[in-house]
């Protein structure tokens, strides 16, 4: 029995051991990252294929290793756009399902951005305090396309997954 039990220990330190090697490895490879990601797309699957991208991207660089933004504006609000809330809005879809909501709040706990076009809430008639999900006044910005651009100018990378 106590040999069995140090072999679980040899194995846990051992997994973990290769875990922080592994890391180090990716971070030594990818240093430092600024990074945007563009959704103006309203498709769910599309969407939370694009969640996974960032979530695989931070797994491989470290959440310390980055400043990572998504920016929405048009269709890609619909990430954002509870279900119930979809009847006021000039949106097709509300994607932000509970399964949705938890990835979006998992991804915000390792700095994840996710900045909202104004233009697009004056447009769609989409209320940020009512309408989408963990959406405050600092998330939003004037033009999502404008901020793209501005993001791009200040060495972020572009990223349309």
């Given at each position: 029995?106590?040999?069995?039990?140090?072999?679980?220990?040899?194995?846990?330190?051992?997994?973990?051991?290769?875990?922080?090697?592994?890391?180090?490895?990716?971070?030594?490879?990818?240093?430092?990252?600024?990074?945007?990601?563009?959704?103006?797309?309203?498709?769910?699957?599309?969407?939370?294929?694009?969640?996974?991208?960032?979530?695989?991207?931070?797994?491989?660089?470290?959440?310390?290793?980055?400043?990572?933004?998504?920016?929405?504006?048009?269709?890609?609000?619909?990430?954002?756009?509870?279900?119930?809330?979809?009847?006021?809005?000039?949106?097709?879809?509300?994607?932000?399902?509970?399964?949705?909501?938890?990835?979006?709040?998992?991804?915000?706990?390792?700095?994840?951005?996710?900045?909202?076009?104004?233009?697009?809430?004056?447009?769609?008639?989409?209320?940020?305090?009512?309408?989408?999900?963990?959406?405050?006044?600092?998330?939003?910005?004037?033009?999502?396309?404008?901020?793209l651009s501005r993001l791009q100018?200040?060495?972020?990378?572009?990223?349309?997954?």
């Open positions: 029995m106590k040999q069995h039990k140090i072999k679980i220990l040899t194995a846990v330190f051992l997994s973990t051991m290769m875990l922080l090697v592994g890391n180090t490895i990716a971070n030594e490879r990818y240093g430092k990252q600024k990074v945007v990601y563009h959704i103006n797309y309203d498709n769910p699957k599309a969407q939370a294929g694009a969640l996974r991208n960032v979530q695989n991207h931070i797994n491989a660089v470290g959440k310390e290793n980055l400043d990572f933004k998504i920016v929405m504006h048009g269709d890609g609000l619909s990430l954002l756009l509870e279900p119930e809330s979809l009847e006021d809005t000039k949106l097709k879809y509300g994607n932000a399902t509970a399964e949705i909501q938890a990835k979006i709040s998992g991804l915000k706990t390792q700095g994840v951005e996710f900045q909202v076009c104004a233009n697009t809430l004056k447009g769609k008639k989409i209320s940020y305090e009512d309408d989408l999900y963990d959406v405050n006044k600092a998330d939003i910005v004037p033009s999502g396309v404008a901020e100018q200040m060495g972020y990378t572009y990223i349309k997954p």
